[in-house]
């Protein structure tokens, strides 16, 4: 008969009970808002370096590589704490990885994530040192 004993309602569960029980809500919580809680330099992979992206930073528009899961509120505090600016505008595209062929073996590069990020006038992030 012990089966049909958990099913019963208790009306008073011990202490040591219901702390176990809320230490279990808040370990679930945490693992849910892992990705908020990431840092700046996991959020942002790099800054996209190609031509086009050069010609984009001549109108305040910077282009960076980042990871699959953030999204644009990640992204806003990610450049807010590496540089120091707030962004005007955060676009995102996801970018689907190219099929490849080495020889007869066949492959797919991965799906990646951009973000375009316009800053205000007279703000500059140097991206391309040192490159």
């Known amino acids: 008969m012990g089966i049909f004993n958990r099913f019963k309602k208790t009306k008073h569960e011990p202490e040591q009970v219901q702390e176990q029980k809320a230490a279990l809500v808040t370990k679930a919580a945490e693992g849910s808002i892992s990705m908020q809680k990431r840092s700046a330099s996991n959020v942002i992979v790099r800054p996209l ?8 930073a001549g109108s305040n528009t910077y282009v960076f590589v980042v990871d699959t899961r953030a999204n644009r509120i990640q992204v806003r505090s990610a450049i807010k704490q590496m540089y120091g600016i707030t962004p005007l505008r955060v676009n995102i595209q996801n970018v689907p990885g190219k099929w490849v062929r080495f ?9 990646w994530k951009k973000a375009l990020v316009t800053l205000p006038e007279g703000k500059t992030i140097n991206v391309h040192e040192g490159v």
């Open 49 to 56: 370096v190609t031509e086009k992206s050069a010609g984009l």
């Open 103 to 111: 020889g007869r073996s066949q492959g797919k590069r991965s799906d």
